[in-house]
């Protein structure tokens, strides 16, 4: 009896915030309480890039903890973005500006310790933040 009632516990911890995916742009931490249940879906992420170079490429809730990130003892709790070439080129000049990047959500670095880059969203594209664009971008699954 007991053995049964174990795994209930392992299913509530992943179960997600929202009945479905939103098409709207979502904040960090939308996508962080998420990630497990929303694994290899599509999502247009509003936040601050913070350095995004090499081993290192993170969105962060605000501006304060992306521009934590240029210390490298910063403790601050971004979401790792996967390294591409095409990406990083884009990413360059919006380091430390709010950005809504386009992802698929990878869960592998979430249950597990990556090292190095990890890819919890997979870039697809990233664009400066405005009021126009985040009012007219939506997620086309």
């Known amino acids: 009896m007991i053995r049964m009632l174990l795994p209930l516990p392992l299913m509530l911890v992943g179960s997600c915030a929202f009945d479905s995916l939103p ?14 249940g929303w694994d290899g879906q599509i999502v247009i992420v509003d936040g601050w890039l913070g350095k995004c170079q090499g081993y290192e490429c993170q969105i962060f809730k605000d501006q304060a903890s992306a521009m934590a990130s240029l ?16 990406f990083d080129q884009q990413a360059e000049k919006l380091q430390f500006s709010r950005v809504l990047l386009n992802a698929r959500i990878n869960k592998l670095c979430v249950v597990e310790d990556c090292k ?8 697809i594209s990233i664009m400066k ?8 971008k939506k997620v086309d699954q």
């Open 23 to 36: 098409k709207d742009p979502v904040l960090v931490e939308t996508v962080q309480t998420n990630a497990i």
């Open 71 to 86: 210390d490298a003892y910063s403790n601050e709790n971004g979401l790792p973005i996967g390294a591409s070439d095409k």
């Open 116 to 123: 190095d880059r990890a890819d919890v969203l997979q870039p």
């Open 129 to 136: 933040w405005t009021a126009r664009s985040a009012s007219s």
